[in-house]
């Protein structure tokens, strides 16, 4: 066996879709599958698939084109790039916007293979990342939209929580279905998507308090952890445990907790601060900070403590734990949503399908 090596039961994630696919249909809504955290990896995407979501989403052009097998919508998540819209419209057949240049960019790239490509109008409802934050900005851009002969708007979406950590609630997503009526009167539009964020939207549905007209969420994590992301709950069915990190101890001794000498910057430019516990038993992982963000991850023995990383190694406490660790043992961990992302982005770490 190769290590370090990130663990996967598709069959959970499996699970946790269709958890969550039942819980938005009784809502009306539907869901698409964010591929990103997973690098688009073709076994859970399988699993989203089987699982029953209704469109494949991503941020990045080259997991887009792992997507084209596939028979279902795919959706360019982040705001084109005018550098890559022959790309985008290429590979999805929906993109998410904010910018008339590169919407025109996008019109003349779909126009070169013959091809509509469909928009989604992002609106900035208070997070403070992508979308149109004054209405007078959007009427104007859908004004000039619909001169566009091979674009065509098909939905508006707001995103919440991944920037400015803004929390969905009834009244914020209500905006949006004010704009929605707006639109479609002002300018004659029919809007079949009117997407409601993430997983942090999740909660809202849990509760049944979504406003009616909301028909779509982009949702990764919690499809993938099995836990909203505006609170932190689980969700009821899912599974909290389909990935999990294993890495191997490299080196157990004892030594200071302390470094001996003058403490100047550590690899990554920072001054480090260390609390004097004496000696401690000292275990090494053969993983680091090139693979991972420490706070990413939580070991399963509870008594371990991280206590810090270089690009190559991380440095655990073991003094506390009642097992007795020895070089070439495993260390497990569970892993948050960004530890995901980073380890199924390193080329540094196996993927092993269970």
């Given at each position: 066996m190769r290590y370090p090596r990130i663990i996967i039961d598709t069959k959970e994630v499996r699970n946790n879709v269709k958890t969550l696919v039942n819980l938005c249909n009784k809502k009306?809504?539907?869901?698409?599958?964010?591929?990103?955290?997973?690098?688009?990896?073709?076994?859970?995407?399988?699993?989203?698939?089987?699982?029953?979501?209704?469109y494949l989403a991503d941020s990045r052009v080259q997991n887009l084109k792992k997507l084209q097998k596939y028979n279902l919508p795919k959706i360019m998540l982040r705001l084109p790039m005018i550098s890559e819209v022959g790309d985008v419209?290429?590979?999805?057949?929906?993109?998410?916007?904010?910018?008339?240049?590169?919407?025109?960019?996008?019109?003349?790239?779909?126009?070169?293979?013959?091809?509509?490509?469909?928009?989604?109008?992002?609106?900035d409802l208070g997070d403070l990342r992508e979308g149109y934050?004054?209405?007078?900005?959007?009427?104007?851009?859908?004004?000039?939209?619909?001169?566009?002969?091979k674009i065509k708007i098909i939905g508006i979406g707001t995103n919440l929580t991944c920037y400015g950590g803004v929390i969905p609630s009834r009244d914020i997503l209500k905006k949006l279905i004010r704009y929605k009526n707006i639109?479609?009167?002002?300018?004659?539009?029919?809007?079949?998507?009117i997407s409601g964020g993430n997983s942090s939207s999740i909660d809202l549905v849990n509760e049944d308090n979504v406003p009616k007209g909301i028909n779509n969420l982009r949702l990764g994590e919690v499809l993938l952890l099995g836990k909203e992301t505006a609170y932190g709950k689980q969700i009821e069915g899912a599974n909290l445990d389909?990935?999990?990190?294993?890495?191997?101890?490299i080196e157990v001794k004892d030594k200071p907790s302390a470094p001996i000498g003058k403490i100047g910057k550590d690899a990554f430019g920072n001054t480090p601060t260390f609390e004097d516990?004496?000696?401690?038993?000292?275990?090494?992982?053969?993983?680091?900070?090139?693979?991972?963000?420490?706070?990413?991850?939580?070991?399963?023995?509870?008594?371990?403590?991280?206590?810090?990383?270089?690009?190559?190694?991380?440095?655990?406490?073991?003094?506390?734990?009642r097992k007795n660790y020895n070089v070439g043992g495993i260390l497990e961990f569970r892993l948050k949503y960004g530890g995901?992302?980073?380890?199924?982005?390193?080329?540094?770490?196996?993927?092993v399908i269970v």
């Open positions: 009306d809504i539907e869901i698409a599958g964010v591929t990103k955290g997973i690098c688009a990896h073709e076994d859970i995407v399988d699993s989203f698939v089987k699982g029953g979501v209704n419209v290429r590979y999805s057949d929906i993109s998410l916007n904010s910018e008339i240049d590169t919407i025109k960019a996008l019109s003349k790239a779909a126009a070169k293979i013959k091809k509509t490509h469909k928009i989604i109008l992002m609106i934050f004054y209405e007078e900005e959007l009427y104007k851009t859908v004004e000039k939209i619909i001169g566009f002969e639109l479609e009167s002002k300018y004659n539009l029919k809007l079949q998507i389909a990935f999990t990190l294993e890495a191997e101890i516990k004496g000696i401690r038993k000292r275990i090494l992982c053969g993983i680091g900070r090139q693979d991972i963000e420490l706070d990413s991850l939580t070991p399963i023995d509870q008594d371990l403590r991280i206590i810090g990383a270089s690009s190559d190694h991380m440095i655990l406490d073991g003094s506390d734990s995901i992302l980073n380890i199924m982005t390193s080329e540094y770490v196996h993927k």
